[in-house]
C-alpha cells in the first residue's frame, strides 16, 4: 500500500493523533522504487505479456515487462 497510496501520509498523521505511544512503521520490508513497482502492478492488471502473469511474479521479483 506504501508504493501506491495517495492518503497515506494522511492515515499515518490519525493514527500518530489516535495512538501518540505507538510506533507506526511504514512496510514489512525495504520499498522498492516506486516508480516501478506502479508498472509492474500498471502490467498485472493491463497485461500485455503472453503467458499471462500475477502477483506472485510481483513479489518474487519474476514480473516480466517489456521494453517501451
Same mark, same amino acid.
Given at each position: 500500500?506504501?508504493?501506491?497510496?495517495? !492518503?497515506?501520509? +494522511?492515515?499515518?498523521?490519525?493514527?500518530?493523533?489516535?495512538?501518540?505511544?505507538? #510506533?507506526?512503521?511504514?512496510?514489512?520490508?525495504?520499498? +522498492?522504487?516506486? #516508480?516501478? !513497482? +506502479?508498472? #509492474?502492478?500498471? #502490467?498485472?492488471?493491463?497485461? +500485455?505479456?503472453?503467458?499471462?502473469?500475477?502477483?506472485?511474479?510481483?513479489?518474487?521479483?519474476?514480473?516480466?515487462?517489456?521494453?517501451?
Amino acid at each position: 500500500m506504501t508504493a501506491l497510496c495517495p !492518503f497515506l501520509a +494522511r492515515y499515518q498523521k490519525v493514527i500518530a493523533a489516535a495512538y501518540p505511544d505507538l #510506533e507506526i512503521v511504514c512496510g514489512t520490508h525495504t520499498p +522498492r522504487d516506486t #516508480e516501478q !513497482f +506502479r508498472r #509492474e502492478v500498471h #502490467e498485472l492488471l493491463c497485461p +500485455r505479456l503472453a503467458p499471462r502473469q500475477d502477483m506472485t511474479d510481483l513479489i518474487k521479483g519474476t514480473l516480466t515487462i517489456p521494453k517501451p
